[in-house]
């Protein structure tokens, strides 16, 4: 079983950065492949970011490559996703999530573990 808290969300203007964190309890938080995802209004939550824990292998939304970057922290049960040069289609719900395994690339329907989600809305 795997808990998820996410937090860090808030209001930023255009071109601002903010870093999410998500704090993780269970004894296999390891073995898990961690992910944020996003959910803006009307929309379906779709992966920003993940990173596998087997070798930190990472996959990103195009999107939001270049900048935005999803880092863990294996010791403190963390994942962090720091975002910069925020713009306006940026604004949603983010949340942390969890998948048995190594791989990244995960859909929303396949990760076995959610947050209750932070609010990050980017002013234009």
């Known amino acids: 079983q795997v808990q998820l808290v996410e937090s860090g969300g808030g209001l930023v203007q255009t071109g601002g950065a903010l870093r999410l964190s998500c704090t993780a309890s269970?004894?296999?938080?390891?073995?898990?492949?961690m992910a944020w995802f996003r959910q803006g209004p009307g929309k379906e939550r779709q992966s920003v970011a993940q990173?596998?824990?087997?070798?930190?292998?990472?996959d990103y939304a195009d999107s939001v490559k270049g900048r935005f970057t999803i880092s863990r922290d294996n010791a403190k049960n963390m994942v962090y996703l720091q975002m910069t040069s925020l713009k306006p289609e940026d604004t949603a719900i983010y949340y942390c999530?969890?998948?048995?395994?190594?791989?990244?690339?995960?859909?929303?329907?396949?990760?076995?573990?959610w947050g209750q989600g932070t609010q990050v809305t980017v002013s234009s």
């Open positions: 999530a969890a998948r048995w395994g190594s791989v990244v690339g995960y859909l929303a329907s396949e990760a076995n573990y």
């Open positions: 990173i596998s824990w087997r070798d930190s292998s990472t």
């Open positions: 269970g004894r296999t938080f390891s073995a898990y492949t």
